[in-house]
């Protein structure tokens, strides 16, 4: 009895001290469970997650050992984001990556407590972060501050057409952001002396009739505003400008690949790298909330010199100079 009663005890305290030890190999075998959200398909989207998986990489992480990646896509359609958001949430991930600001809106409303790091228009101005210095919430990432720069598009496509005198723009009016890229270029407009012609689309049904309204307008030139549904129907877009001989300038070097003439937007690569500097200091205990949201301060001008042939017009040899890349 008195053997046994002692044999019971070293049992239990020899358990007791294995206990952590136990608890500890469970932690460390605990690989991070990361969701990536998007608005658009996985092609259209691969500018994004391809820079953000080598940023990854290059911080030391491998795919599918030290950390895991859930990916989901709305393929263009807004209304997929609550249930895509929510089903990464119930995962659950330990961080939750957002692309574009639908996705951002989408995954805040989905969770106020798991990190979210998200690649947005102006999250203050959508009330996503309370400033960019100090963001508050949950909440923090890339601010692409695209109305900014939107008047600048204008001004170098005007540089680059100077007899484009009515100027077509085709954007996502169901995006916040692209309201105040709208507004912006009105003003530009204005200083410039060019007659816009709004053209809306919300959804990737609308194109076919957005393409006739761009028919009937005569534009001399076109304007695209890059949110996620007009880069997943970039091609698209790019077809119908190469058939219709129309100037496209655009916020993203993937619409001169697709036949535009000209692009002028952020550096793809050093800005969606960035999110997975985010990631990183999330996953190593920062919060969101003290990580300040960062701006972009790298650009580039993208001139696709084979459409410019292709549509009689001979680009200023001040845009070529300016230019970053010239695709000949």
């Given amino acids: 009895m008195r053997r046994s009663a002692i044999g019971l005890m070293l049992t239990l305290a020899f358990t007791l001290l294995l206990a952590p030890l136990a608890s500890d190999r469970q932690a460390a075998a605990k690989v991070p469970l990361i969701g990536f959200l998007s608005v658009t398909d996985p092609a259209a989207a691969a500018a994004v997650l391809e ?3 080598q940023g990854l990489h290059e911080l030391g992480y491998v795919e599918g050992q030290t950390l895991v990646l859930a990916a989901r896509w709305a393929e263009g359609t807004l209304d997929r ?3 895509l958001a ?3 949430v119930h ?3 330990d961080v939750l990556v957002a692309v574009g600001a639908p996705a951002a809106q989408a995954a805040q409303h989905a969770t106020r407590t798991i990190p979210i790091v998200a690649l947005m228009g102006d999250p203050v101005e959508m009330g996503l972060v309370a400033s960019l210095a100090q963001p508050g919430g949950n909440l923090t990432g890339v601010s692409g501050q695209t109305a900014e720069v939107s008047g600048k598009l204008l001004e170098l496509l005007k540089e680059a057409v100077p007899q484009a005198s009515r100027v077509a723009v085709l954007w996502n009016a169901a995006n916040p952001n692209k309201v105040l890229e709208w507004q912006e270029t009105q003003r530009a407009a204005q200083a410039l002396g060019v007659t816009l012609q709004s053209v809306e689309v919300r959804t990737p049904d609308d194109f076919e009739r957005a393409f006739a309204a761009l028919t009937r307008g005569r534009a001399d030139a076109l304007l695209t505003f890059i949110d ?3 880069l997943t129907s970039r091609h698209q877009i790019g077809d119908f400008t190469t058939k219709n001989r129309l100037p496209m300038m655009a916020g993203a070097r993937e619409f001169v690949e697709a036949g535009g003439l000209m692009s002028y937007g952020m550096k793809p690569r050093d800005l969606y790298g960035h999110l997975a500097v985010y990631v990183d200091k999330i996953l190593k205990g920062a ?6 949201v960062e701006q972009p301060t790298k650009f580039e001008l993208v001139i696709n010199l084979k459409t410019a042939q292709a549509l009689g017009i001979t ?3 001040s845009l070529l100079l300016l230019a970053d890349e010239v695709i000949r």
């Fill in 51 to 53: 820079p953000f998986r």
């Fill in 228 to 230: 996620s549904l007009t």
């Fill in 81 to 83: 984001l609550p249930a």
């Fill in 315 to 317: 680009m200023p040899p």
């Fill in 86 to 88: 929510a089903e990464l």
């Fill in 287 to 292: 919060k969101p909330a003290d990580l300040p």
């Fill in 91 to 93: 995962l659950p991930v």
